[in-house]
């Protein structure tokens, strides 16, 4: 058989070892879904920052707080964004500690931020989900992946105490079948690690944004408090 036949992608893979073969078998399956979760979460960021410039639009050009929240509150799930969600749970728990007889402002105001703060933990929680196995895969799949080439590479040189002249035919499909392991962990874990940090870089960039709207909904419903 000669070496550049052995050496083939699908004939390596088909011949590795079993331990090897899982080991291709799981990098090749957490790869599959750490890019499903890529193209989920570049949806969902890219949604949410679009609707977070819509509303603060909305927000600022428009005074009368009372429609707004009537609007977000009519409004379907999928229509409304995180900062839309923080600024209802804000002016409803402001409403309704208003109606309350005896509340000092001082008291509305704690209120009023709570409510915002839950509301923006509970957001913040749905925006990073999944983050955390991008992170996993990234940091996890190249030492997988290095576990499978060291397992094939001793299979390789074991294979060689019964080979009377060891030659590159005989070591190299060994070997190289060992590295396709470590070349499917880097597959793995690039593309996870670059969509981490994107993602996570936008995410903080929101966190920010949602902050200072809490801080200035605040000012402006103190002002009218």
Do not use: C
């Not at 949604?47 to 509150?73: H, P, V």
């Not at 509970?122 to 940091?139: C, I, K, N, P, W």
């Amino acid at each position: 058989m000669e070496v550049t036949q052995d050496l083939s992608f699908i004939h390596l893979i088909s011949n590795a070892s079993v331990l090897v073969q899982l080991v291709m078998g799981l990098l090749l399956l957490v790869s599959l879904m750490s890019w499903w979760f890529i193209f989920i979460k570049m949806f969902a960021v890219r949604a949410e920052i679009r609707m977070t410039s819509r509303f603060e639009e909305k927000f600022w050009g428009n005074s009368d707080l009372t429609q707004l929240y009537k609007q977000a509150a009519a409004a379907k799930p999928g229509q409304v964004g995180a900062l839309e969600r923080i600024f209802a749970a804000g002016f409803l728990e402001f409403a309704k500690l208003k109606k309350q007889q005896g509340v000092v402002n001082a008291a509305v105001m704690d209120g009023v931020r709570r409510a915002m703060r839950a509301t923006y933990q509970r957001e913040m929680d749905q925006l990073e989900s999944h983050l955390s196995f991008l992170a996993t895969v990234g940091s996890v799949s190249p030492y997988v992946g290095l576990f499978g080439t060291v397992w094939g590479i001793m299979n390789a040189f074991r294979g060689l105490a019964n080979v009377g002249q060891a030659t590159l035919a005989h070591v190299a499909p060994g070997i190289a079948e060992a590295l396709v392991a470590t070349a499917m962990g880097l597959f793995a874990a690039i593309p996870a690690v670059v969509a981490y940090n994107r993602y996570a870089h936008q995410i903080d960039r929101l966190s920010s944004r949602f902050d200072s709207f809490t801080e200035e909904f605040s000012n402006v419903l103190q002002q009218q408090a």
